[in-house]
């Protein structure tokens, strides 16, 4: 089992970002686009190669989020439609979330084997989460599935605090 942990930056306004491996050596670099339309978040690994890109729909009633890993789209995150709470479905070809993925504390499941395991850690500056994986196969998807509810919660964050305002 490998152990990853993602740190946000809190104050960066562009949503640059590492990933650690437990050692604290950086094994993704995650970068988001500022200012542009299509909103995206590009994973990176240590060369520097684009491994993975999270994707906003521009321009679409209720948001949605898509997840390319090697070029390839992989999953959809996409809000329906829901007059009481924000509801959030994941729609992946094999891969389910099990847990609250809202709170950062989920299992990834592949074919209905466990393959990742998430958790929010607590008293940290900013957001960070243990992302914990048990197929290595399976890492970039399981980091960019990380990226791309982070993106929907601050999205989601965003979309509230300027309907309060």
């Known amino acids: 089992?490998?152990?990853?942990?993602?740190?946000?930056?809190?104050?960066?306004?562009?949503?640059?970002?590492?990933?650690?491996?437990?050692?604290?050596?950086?094994?993704?670099?995650?970068?988001?686009?500022?200012?542009?339309?299509?909103?995206?978040?590009?994973?990176?690994?240590?060369?520097?190669?684009?491994?993975?890109?999270?994707?906003?729909?521009?321009?679409?009633?209720?948001?949605?989020?898509?997840?390319?890993?090697?070029?390839?789209?992989?999953l959809t995150i996409k809000k329906e439609f829901s007059f009481l709470k924000a509801l959030y479905t994941i729609d992946a070809a094999g891969i389910e979330v099990h847990g609250n993925w809202w709170d950062m504390d989920f299992q990834v499941l592949q074919h209905g084997e466990v393959v990742g395991q998430v958790s929010k850690e607590w008293f940290t500056w900013g957001d960070s989460y243990k992302v914990q994986i048990e197929n290595e196969e399976m890492e970039t998807i399981i980091i960019a599935l990380v990226v791309a509810i982070d993106c929907v919660k601050a999205d989601q964050a965003a979309a509230s605090s300027a309907a309060t305002t």
Do not use: C, H, W
């Open 1 to 74: 089992m490998k152990e990853l942990y993602i740190k946000q930056k809190v104050f960066s306004l562009s949503g640059k970002f590492t990933v650690k491996d437990q050692q604290e050596k950086d094994v993704y670099y995650v970068e988001g686009s500022f200012m542009q339309i299509p909103k995206t978040f590009s994973i990176m690994n240590t060369t520097r190669d684009e491994v993975a890109r999270v994707t906003k729909k521009a321009f679409s009633f209720l948001p949605k989020f898509f997840v390319e890993v090697n070029g390839r789209e992989v």
